[in-house]
């Protein structure tokens, strides 16, 4: 098997992995589905994740490849430093909240069954994107835009400042609630940017 | 049975909760042995909660009233509105850190167990929040400190920003890293307040 037919099937076992979570949810979604939704015997989903477990983390893995090219996009376009860190920190809350979209109500399952392992992996999400803030705040503090400070320290705190508007920490009510996330990631955006203390004090 | 003494019953079961949940954790313990800890029968147990996660969730419950106290305190203090928000966002972060920091190890358990009822209840404890921040908030941009906005969503968002701090979106090994994680809550306060956008620009 060649190199990117192999990533075929898997992103094929994620795909099909994808259509389970909205039908029957994490705990019904056995291997031997995921095999028959995709066409393949038991043994070759096996040869490409070890577990369910494991699919369910790639799948949220595919989640942040996806993401990260569109964070870089935002990042390359014309505007203010400010402006495009607004629009990165909503498109990260967003982003993710669409793609979970349509199986919210079997999130509350596989957060249950994740949740130390996802905990573990989110650290390594949020470095990556970490850099990619870093990068832009770094550029603005170049230009004269930001005030001087750590350009990693300030992408943490961006990062750190968004993260309890991501899936994880919403309620099932909540991920119903598209514009009401997305205002508020826009409102702790303006107030990161702006800050609290008055300008004229 | 009078009413101080129901809650004084109440408030051992509490306490009970606490060591059973430092000893073998929340999956392992059981109204039996909740019981036979505050030295009362099963039966008083159930005069006061419906079931185990009936008193994890009101354990928790407890930690937030004694959280707002301290709220309070750090707002009636004499400095700049300003510097008070920044020492209550911390305090908001490391009085529940430290207020779990005994049974860490069977946080997981707890959170897998009672996640859809306890992001429910969060919405109760961050509006009781958001009230004694948003006082003091009215005040800061009633005597020119802060600049002018709506000081409840102002509020939300400094409480959005700092939530993804708290022990339910800990992993573990955060769980341990008490200066780690208090730094990074004065990072982010720090932001908040003075904002990324350069004062000269």
Chains 1, 2 share one sequence.
């Not at 909205?22 to 040869?47: P, Q, R």
């Not at 996806?66 to 629009?87: D, H, P, T």
């Not at 300030?154 to 993260?163: F, H, P, R, S």
Request: cysteine-free; charged content about 30%.
């Amino acid at each position: 098997m060649r190199d990117s037919s192999a990533r075929d099937v898997k992103g094929a076992i994620l795909d099909a992995a994808e259509t389970l979570l909205a039908g029957n949810g994490y705990k019904k979604m056995t291997i031997d589905d995921l095999a028959a939704e995709v066409g393949i015997g038991k043994g070759s989903v096996y040869l490409h994740f070890s577990s369910k477990e494991e699919i369910a983390l790639s799948h949220i893995d595919r989640i942040i490849e996806r993401l990260k090219v569109r964070l870089e996009n935002i990042a390359a376009r014309k505007a203010s430093a400010g402006e495009r860190l607004r629009e990165m920190l909503i498109e990260r809350v967003i982003f993710r909240f669409d793609s979970v979209q349509h199986y919210t109500q079997s999130l509350n399952d596989i957060f249950a069954k994740i949740r130390p392992s996802l905990l573990e992996r989110r650290k390594r999400y949020f470095d990556e994107e970490a850099r990619i803030f870093s990068a832009l705040v770094a550029k603005g503090i170049e230009s004269g835009e930001f005030a001087r400070t750590n350009p990693r320290n300030a992408a943490d705190a961006l990062l750190v400042a968004t993260n309890s508007l991501l899936p994880y920490s919403l309620s099932t009510q909540e991920l119903g609630e598209r514009p009401e996330i997305e205002r508020r990631a826009a409102t702790v955006a303006n107030v990161l940017l702006k800050g609290m203390i008055s300008r004229e004090s």
